[in-house]
Antibody
Framework: QVQLVQSGAEVKKPGASVKVSCKASGYTFTSYDINWVRQATGQGLEWMGWMNPNSGNTGYAQKFQGRVTMTRNTSISTAYMELSSLRSEDTAVYYC????????????????WGQGTLVTVSS | DIQMTQSPSSLSASVGDRVTITCRASQSISSYLNWYQQKPGKAPKLLIYAASSLQSGVPSRFSGSGSGTDFTLTISSLQPEDFATYYCQQSYSTPSITFGQGTRLEIK
């Protein structure tokens, strides 16, 4: 079955960087964009950006420009999201999600999602 | 950016009730609207895509409607497993997408 499995929880100090992985299985990794979404405790969903695993092209939400980098390793069907200059406000669960597009339009949606990775930023 | 506003923010209902959640976009988004369900400690799960298409495996008591700026998610007869938080998401401005703030559905 189509599945995204993320790396485990991380604890980081302010100013450090974190790199979260998202391993895809059950489909052709290079055929679907991967998006990253985060959720602070008790809060809503915040979109961070996308990556095309085939080309490596990326696009980031303005809020994260300059601090986030999305990459991939196609040989192991894994996407990565690295966030730098961490601050306490970055404490959240980070999700990857596959972007599925309709065949004859630009309609698209996220399915499935990874299980989430908790990143805690604390001194 | 396109803003998505859900109402209500929270809702109490009983098993068997019919429930409707509304999502309004700050500009027309045609049918570029998806609905997700999230249970505590779990990842969001796709329920409805393209405003009204039911995702495979999702019970038929869930339905979506609307186009342009106003959309609704309806649960025809609430079941115990439906108590969760629901999010709408616009994909009109892909790749820059936005979510509604969520609607928490609680047991009365």
């Amino acid at each position: 079955q189509v599945q995204l499995v993320q790396s485990g929880a991380e604890v980081k100090k302010p100013g450090a960087s974190v790199k979260v992985s998202c391993k895809a299985s059950g489909y052709t990794f290079t055929s679907y964009d991967i998006n990253w979404v985060r959720q602070a405790t008790g809060q809503g969903l915040e979109w961070m950006g996308w990556m095309n695993p085939n080309s490596g092209n990326t696009g980031y939400a303005q809020k994260f420009q300059g601090r986030v980098t999305m990459t991939r390793n196609t040989s192991i069907s894994t996407a990565y999201m690295e966030l730098s200059s961490l601050r306490s406000e970055d404490t959240a669960v980070y999700y990857c999600a596959r972007c599925v597009a309709a065949h004859i339009s630009t309609l698209n949606w996220f399915d499935p999602w990874g299980q989430g990775t908790l990143v805690t930023v604390s001194s | 950016d396109i803003q998505m506003t859900q109402s209500p923010s929270s809702l109490s209902a009983s098993v068997g009730d019919r429930v409707t959640i509304t999502c309004r976009a700050s500009q027309s988004i045609s049918s570029y609207l998806n609905w997700y369900q999230q249970k505590p400690g779990k990842a969001p799960k796709l329920l409805i895509y393209a405003a009204s298409s039911l995702q495979s495996g999702v019970p038929s008591r869930f339905s979506g409607s609307g186009s342009g700026t106003d959309f609704t998610l309806t649960i025809s007869s609430l079941q115990p497993e439906d108590f969760a938080t629901y999010y709408c998401q616009q994909s009109y401005s892909t790749p820059s997408i936005t979510f509604g703030q969520g609607t928490r559905l609680e047991i009365k």
